[in-house]
């Protein structure tokens, strides 16, 4: 069978740290620069075959729909 | 009169043309093989006899015959939930899925031209009975070309108006015109987006055209149909690039993003025209009076 999620917020990236609290549902990565963020973001959304959104305030998110 | 020979062979002919002639590779690119096509005229060929026997039946008072078309509809009816099966069990093999609506519809369509066949083999049945076998076979013409026109189906063209809409980014988000179809995270993938997606506007003519079109159903099957024919540049994973149709809930306009293997504008629009209105999502609003009253 297949199971997986959907419609959840899969992974959080930012270099905004302040803007992220963790211990939420998502795990957190944290990037230092844009290119690592949008590099972080692209790998991972590749893998978990989500999407990324934008949120600009220096955070991705990856959401499964 | 004529012989019960006679009044069932061509009664079965005639059915068996009525269904092969609805059975065709059309845009739904379904179904597409000889062995999809067997199964078909099969069921079509046995339509077809149910209805010429039912004459001679009929003739000598053997009205339990009747029965038999009972166990037809039966049998036509799991035609229709086959088709809905098989075809849901392949939504997940499907780039832009045709969508749970889309499906019924097609499933619908098979059920009904069992029944064509059915009631084109009575028809000419009766008049090679009654009349002769030329007359039966002309019942039978005129009843294939009736149902063939009786079936036609309105499509996009004709409720509503489609045309090209501009592409752009404010920011992440990706926009046709002024409809806002969704937020876009990669920066490449804007760029991607940029450089060979193209945009669709569809305006509906009016307030039922309106109400259609903002069905979820008929959207997914214009991306569906629109991607099947034009191919689309996306593969499994990447989200992104998914054609998505979205609404301008003030006007009733909708948008729709996608990036077709072959980017032509012209063509994109003709595919989106030649879309039919699915049966489950059509809305008559102005046939009622309380409809018509809020629309002026």
Not at chain 2, 267 to 288: D, F, G, M, Q, Y
Request: charged content about 25%; overall charge neutral.
């Amino acid at each position: 069978m297949d199971i997986g999620l959907k419609e959840t917020i899969i992974a959080v990236i930012t270099k905004n740290k302040a803007s992220v609290s963790p211990g939420g549902g998502a795990p957190v990565f944290y990037a230092d620069t844009d290119e690592e963020l949008e590099k972080l973001a692209m790998y991972i959304s590749r893998i978990t075959t989500g999407m990324v959104h934008d949120l600009e305030n220096g955070t991705y998110l990856i959401i499964k729909h | 009169m004529n012989s019960y020979g006679e009044v069932v062979t061509v009664g079965i002919l005639m059915g068996s043309i009525a269904r092969f002639a609805l059975l065709k590779i059309d845009y739904r690119q379904y179904p597409s093989y000889p062995q999809g096509y067997l199964v078909h005229l099969a069921l079509g060929f046995i339509a077809a006899s149910l209805g010429a026997v039912a004459v001679p039946a009929l003739i000598e008072k053997e009205y339990t015959a009747v029965t038999f078309l009972a166990l037809a509809a039966q049998q036509f009816r799991d035609i229709r939930s086959m088709e809905r099966e098989s075809l849901a069990k392949l939504e997940d093999t499907e780039l832009v899925p045709r969508g749970s609506a889309y499906i019924e519809d097609i499933a619908k369509v098979f059920e009904s031209r069992n029944y064509m066949a059915i009631f084109t083999s009575l028809g000419s049945s009766l008049g090679v009975y009654y009349l002769n076998i030329f007359w039966g076979i002309i019942t039978g013409m005129v009843l294939i070309i009736l149902f063939h026109l009786v079936s036609r189906r309105q499509t996009i063209r004709s409720i509503s108006v489609v045309r090209e809409g501009k592409l752009h980014f404010k920011g992440p988000l990706l926009y046709v015109e002024d409809i806002l179809i969704m937020n876009v995270g990669l920066k490449n993938s804007r760029k991607i987006i940029k450089e060979k997606g193209l945009g669709v506007i569809i305006e509906p003519k009016d307030d039922n055209a309106r109400a259609t079109l903002a069905n979820m159903g008929q959207r997914q099957a214009i991306a569906h149909d629109a991607s099947a024919l034009l191919g689309i540049r996306k593969d499994f994973g990447e989200p992104e690039f998914t054609p998505l149709i979205r609404r301008n809930h003030a006007t009733g306009e909708i948008g729709m993003f996608i990036i077709p293997s072959e980017p032509d504008i012209e063509c994109l629009i003709e595919a989106v025209k030649r879309v039919p209105v699915i049966e489950s999502s059509k809305r008559t609003p102005l046939s009622s009076e309380v409809g018509k009253k809020a629309a002026d």
